[in-house]
């Protein structure tokens, strides 16, 4: 076994592909597998800095990738975003991990981009405590997204570039003989928490290295993305100050300007002077209708759908919208924006020519019919296969296509009249082919719809036997719920165990203050709950005084009679959600009403669903329905999330009003 790790090469795609399609828990995993020539497409599309491979006998058995951009997220200056970190299971726990990450960071040190980002499911505690070790730290967000990812960093490079040139000659030795950093660092512990805090109004994190020896310190402004102070330690224990270089390249900040907004009729567009990010507002719709990035470059500047890198942008209004010129170095683009007679137009102009864009369409509910084929209701993973992860990967529409999606108040419906990949069931990519003129168009319908008549509930037709509901302060929540001889709800409780992308989950229902579903960067998380204790309440209720959430579930004795849970959270920033993790086998039959329409699911043919109204097949052949007690609380909906261990439901709505919900026990499906 000669085990040698090498720059990617065009003939290792296969192997590569080959090795992610094998392994479960392999990278970036897309539904059927990923082939060579899509690799190899993603590799250009990310403008890849660097692409590792560790082979064994020239057969690929693990990677590390640098990124500028990955889709999701694109990298401000200085910066590379690490991705595709995989080693097959018959190599881990050895030092091929370590090797990998060390010499894609000295790789880092060499090339001047200094700071790393990644992403890392918190679930996942033996890669998640692997980057802690290494240095990684967390400075927003410590819950997961609804990608179930929290994103790190790791300043170690930065600091070793700034402060090389004064360092003694020992320590630099000692640098120069690094094998691994997981035994520079000192331990910063599993936890999920956040590791920076505000110094001068700036994000600042602080890091201890040891250099044989030495001891070296530092703090480092990440939002400005350079060493603030560093000191060295001598074995003796005299510590000085070190001079710090600063970094090859400025990082941009956005400026924080409120939006420039063109209405036309009932729809507004909202356009981000900072990174050009277009937002399509529409009354009735909760949330942006239509979500339009600025263009990246044909190489080296990527788009991203959640993120992007703030720009210099000129604005100035025209009939029906604004005309948005970017300029940088010897490049221009120019984006004539329209919105008419419910029609968005988007013109582009350039040199170099802009290359592409996302698009996210804002419907949760409602049917997609991807340019050709049936229609789907609208869902990650159904009907268009979900490759968010390597958008090379996904569903092309067919040329002359024309891809719609249908809510209960808006349509949008767009002319694949240029290359479109629909990377999952809301999300395309869209490439910008210049026409004789030299300008890339495209054209975007948004139209009303007449809501449909919402769906009468069946009548409940529940287990004979008592009522049984057991909270657990400690917990957080419900522990154990039975109808008679019916068992609910699941729950791990005295443990906790992982649920998807929850690392603590404990209870069977429980209450937490959530992001904004339509929250750009982040969506609506998982449901982790705070370390912050929960006390009893009312009979069947809980408070958390520290986070400013009550709850509580009105259970009668009649099981024909719905469970009515409350919810009030007065200081709750965004959303509200009622979790419940059903007792299901891992596979179970879902029916969902979204978008007026009744749809009949199995939780392996999706990854999550947006509804009005739930019913989920339990172990017994039970029903548990859920639905908001206000049927004209048009915010309020439910999300149903397929994990490997079951069903992870959300109640989700607005805080406040924190409309009540409904939960009935019945023979019947929606």
């Known amino acids: 076994m000669t085990l040698t790790v090498r720059p990617y090469r065009p003939g290792d795609a296969a192997g590569v592909a080959a090795l992610y399609n094998r392994h479960r828990d392999g990278p ?20 890849t800095a660097l692409f590792l491979v560790a082979a064994d006998d ?8 640098l990124f500028h951009g990955t889709g999701r997220r694109t990298a401000r200056a200085g910066e590379l975003i690490a991705d595709m970190f995989f ?72 600091i070793l570039r700034s402060v090389l040139a004064d360092l003694d000659e020992p320590a630099r030795q000692a640098l120069f003989e690094l094998s691994s950093f997981a035994g520079v660092i000192d331990p910063r512990g599993g936890e999920l928490r956040t590791d920076a805090v505000l110094v001068d109004g700036c994000r600042t994190v602080s890091y201890v290295l040891r250099l044989g020896a030495y001891r070296l310190t530092a703090t480092v402004d990440a939002d400005r993305g350079r060493v603030r102070t ?10 000085r100050t070190l001079h710090v270089e600063d970094p090859p390249y400025r990082v941009r900040t956005p400026a924080g300007r409120p939006p420039h907004r063109f209405t036309s009729g009932p729809l507004t567009g909202e356009l981000d002077p900072d990174d050009g990010t277009l937002r399509i507002m529409a009354d009735g719709h909760h949330g942006p209708l239509l979500v339009s990035t600025w263009p990246g470059g044909p190489a080296g500047r990527p788009a991203s759908w959640r993120e992007a890198e ?36 988007q013109e582009f102009t350039g040199v170099p020519q802009p290359g592409h864009l996302f698009q996210t369409v804002g419907l949760r509910q409602g049917d997609v019919t991807p340019g050709g084929g049936p229609s789907h209701p609208i869902g990650l993973g159904l009907g268009v296969r979900d490759a968010s992860e390597v958008v090379a990967a996904g569903h092309r529409v067919p040329a002359g296509g024309r891809p719609a999606w249908h809510g209960p108040h808006w349509s949008v419906e767009l002319p694949a009249d240029t290359p479109v990949r629909l990377v999952h069931s809301t999300l395309l990519h869209r490439a910008l082919v210049p026409g004789p003129d030299g300008a890339a168009r495209l054209r975007t319908a948004l139209t009303p719809r007449t809501p449909p008549a919402p769906l009468a509930p069946p009548a409940p037709a529940p287990p004979a036997g008592p009522r049984r509901i057991h909270l657990e302060a400690a917990a957080g929540g419900v522990t154990s719920w039975w109808e008679g001889a019916v068992p609910v709800l699941r729950s791990p409780h005295p443990r906790t165990r992982a649920l998807g992308s929850n690392p603590r989950w404990s209870a069977g229902m429980w209450v937490t203050a959530e992001p904004h579903r339509c929250d750009r960067a982040h969506g609506l998380g998982w449901g982790v709950p705070s370390a912050a204790p929960w006390q009893p309440g009312p009979p069947h209720g809980l408070g958390c005084p520290d986070d400013g959430i009550a709850w509580e579930a009105s259970a009668p004795e009649d099981t024909g009679t719905p469970v009515r849970v409350d919810i009030r959270a007065p200081g709750a920033a965004a959303e509200t959600v009622l979790w419940l993790t059903p007792h299901t086998p891992r596979t179970t039959a879902v029916t969902v009403v979204s978008g007026g329409a009744r749809h009949e699911l199995t939780t392996d043919g999706f990854r999550q669903v947006w509804a009005d109204a739930v019913a989920v097949r339990l172990t017994d052949g ?44 019945s023979e019947h499906r929606l």
């Open 28 to 47: 970036n995993p897309v539904a059927g597998g990923i082939t060579p020539d899509q690799l190899d497409q993603e590799l250009t599309e990310r403008a």
């Open 58 to 65: 020239e057969r690929p058995v693990g990677t590390f990738g």
């Open 87 to 158: 080693v097959a299971p018959a190599y881990r726990g050895g030092a091929l991990t370590g090797r990998l990450f060390t010499e894609a960071v000295e790789w880092m040190v060499r090339s001047g981009c200094l700071v790393l980002r990644l992403t890392v499911n918190p679930a996942n505690t033996t890669a998640f405590r692997l980057y802690r070790r290494v240095g990684c730290v967390c400075l927003g967000r410590t819950t997961p997204g609804e990608d179930g990812n929290v994103e790190l960093h790791n300043h170690i490079p930065l």
């Open 230 to 239: 560093a000191g060295l330690t001598s074995p003796g224990g005299d510590t």
């Open 310 to 345: 703030p720009r210099d942008l000129t604005v100035r209004p025209v009939p029906h919208g604004l005309r948005v010129t970017e300029r940088r170095d010897d490049a221009e683009v120019t984006g004539t924006l329209t919105l008419h007679d419910g029609v968005l137009c």
């Open 622 to 665: 039970h029903w548990l329905h859920c639905r908001s007690a206000h049927r004209a609380a048009a915010p309020a909906e439910i999300v149903v999330r397929a994990t490997p261990a079951g069903p992870l439901v959300g109640c989700v709505a607005p805080a406040p009003p924190d409309p009540p919900w409904h939960l009935t026990l």
